[in-house]
């Protein structure tokens, strides 16, 4: 167990809705970090919080966003969903946000958009 | 962001040392390497990291050529929970984000 926690675990939904993800980071962890695993892509580094600012944008849509609030968790809404979206959605945490950091990940939100 | 080039699967019998190789020829002087293995589809598990010198910790040892241009992972007795598959990573500077390849399929066999 990493200690960061990620819900729901499933989420069925359909094309052109929209849905939340969401983070809750290690304890004492400020960095927030969305990835992406679809069959096709691999892991793909999604974006980056820091401390309730955005460090890094990665391949992320422009109808995904994220946000990270006062309490350090975050959040992931994908809207306008569509048949691709679907793939597995994990979040990391770190301490900091340098390169020595260690970042540890969350069990997953596993989406399928029908 | 530099690349690493890892086999794309390996068996290894149960009990015996895996040993995963990974090749990073333009690694950069400050650039980490980073192990990390994901089982099934699990979330990404972390196994150890390095700069220069070999390092060792309860799952594994990480061996780092001096020229940095090539490492091994080492699981010294492999069981079949070992089974996922392993992506050698270099951490890359801007955005602090882990670029995955496409990572080592190893099959623990009894």
């Known amino acids: 167990d990493s200690g960061v926690t990620q819900t729901p675990k499933h989420l069925i939904t359909a094309t052109g809705q929209r849905v939340t993800l969401r983070c809750s980071p290690r304890?004492?962890?400020?960095?927030v970090y969305w990835y992406q695993q679809s069959l096709d892509q691999g892991l793909q580094f999604l974006i980056h919080?820091?401390?309730?600012?955005?460090?890094a944008k990665g391949n992320i849509l422009e109808r995904f966003s994220a946000q990270q609030f006062p309490d350090l968790h975050s959040e992931l809404n994908l809207s306008s969903l569509e048949l691709g979206d679907s793939a597995l959605y994990f979040c990391a945490s770190s301490v900091e946000a340098s390169l020595r950091e260690t970042q540890y990940f969350g069990p997953g939100t596993r989406l399928l958009v029908l | 962001d530099a690349k690493t080039t890892q086999p794309t699967s390996m068996d290894c019998a149960e009990g015996r040392a895996a040993n995963l190789p990974c090749n990073h020829s333009?690694?950069?002087?400050?650039?980490?390497v980073y192990w990390y293995r994901q089982i099934h589809s699990q979330g990404p598990q972390y196994i150890i990291h390095g700069l220069k010198n070999n390092e060792t910790n309860e799952m594994a040892s990480l061996i780092i050529t001096e020229d940095r241009k090539s490492s091994t992972l080492i699981l010294p007795h492999a069981t079949l929970r070992d089974t996922a598959v392993y992506y050698c990573i270099v951490r890359v500077g801007r955005g602090n984000k882990l670029v995955f390849g496409a990572g080592t399929i190893l099959r623990v066999k009894s």
């Open positions: 304890s004492g962890d400020l960095s």
């Open positions: 333009t690694i950069s002087g400050n650039e980490y």
């Open positions: 919080y820091y401390n309730g600012e955005e460090r």
